[in-house]
């Protein structure tokens, strides 16, 4: 099995700042990742797939990165609408998903 | 407009057994990968089966020989029958769509339910 691990686990910043979160696999995954944001009590939003692709509707302030076992995801001035919980996610082998990253507001 | 909506999740007795219904609308759903997603209180995501467009079927082990996939093309349906419950099979259960990018079935999951809570307890 896969394993991903995402860093931080919680993240404090504040409205305009740059954001990064990496995910790491385990083993190689080539870039069939994908990251979401979730917000309390709703399901996952997809963000980007095939680790730097933008989803349709998603604002450019989201961007991803990387390849093999190493990805970032980057929000690059963080809005009120933005502190939530967000997830990587691998499709190299079945589907796993990181634990999570919580960007609360500092 | 896709959308997915689940429905029939509830109290339950563990080893007892349940069935979750995700009514498909906007797409057909034989020419989709549909994959269920779990997610327990408080706790991060876990996949528990998808159906690809062929009718594959796949399962992780924590749920291998306990839960079965299956869809109803007439009604546009996929499901998810659960046997065998444990209590560390209670969470909301999201089922949601695979996403096509036109040339490719990549697999992020771009099309989700709003979840139906499964709760196994005595």
């Known amino acids: 099995d896969i394993q991903m691990t995402q860093s931080p686990s919680t993240l404090s910043a504040s409205v305009g700042d740059r954001v990064t979160i990496t995910c790491r696999a385990s083993?190689?995954?080539?870039?069939?990742l994908a990251w979401y944001q979730q917000k309390p009590g709703k399901a996952p939003k997809l963000l980007i797939y095939?680790?730097?692709t933008l989803e349709s509707g998603v604002p450019s302030r989201f961007s991803g990165s990387g390849s093999g076992t190493e990805f970032t995801l980057t929000i690059s001035s963080l809005q009120p609408d933005d502190f939530a919980t967000y997830y990587c996610?691998?499709?190299?082998?079945?589907?796993?998903f990181g634990q999570g990253t919580k960007v609360e507001i500092k | 407009e896709v959308q997915l909506v689940e429905s029939g999740g509830g109290l339950i007795q563990p080893g007892g057994s349940l069935r979750l219904s995700c009514a498909v609308s906007?797409?057909?759903?034989?020419?989709?990968?549909v994959i269920w997603v779990r997610q327990a209180p408080g706790k991060g995501l876990e996949w528990v089966s998808i159906i690809y467009s062929g009718g594959n079927t796949y399962y992780p082990d924590s749920v291998k020989g306990r839960f079965t996939i299956s869809r109803d093309n007439s009604k546009n349906t996929v499901f998810l029958q659960m046997n065998s419950l444990r209590t560390e099979d209670t969470a909301v259960y999201h089922c949601?769509?695979?996403?096509?990018?036109?040339?490719?079935?990549?697999?992020?999951?771009?099309?989700w339910g709003q979840g139906t809570m499964v709760t196994v307890s005595s």
């Open positions: 083993q190689s995954i080539i870039d069939r």
């Open positions: 949601a769509r695979v996403k096509y990018t036109g040339t490719y079935t990549s697999g992020a999951l771009d099309i």
């Open positions: 996610q691998q499709w190299n082998n079945y589907w796993t």
């Open positions: 906007g797409v057909t759903v034989s020419n989709n990968y």
């Open positions: 095939k680790a730097s």
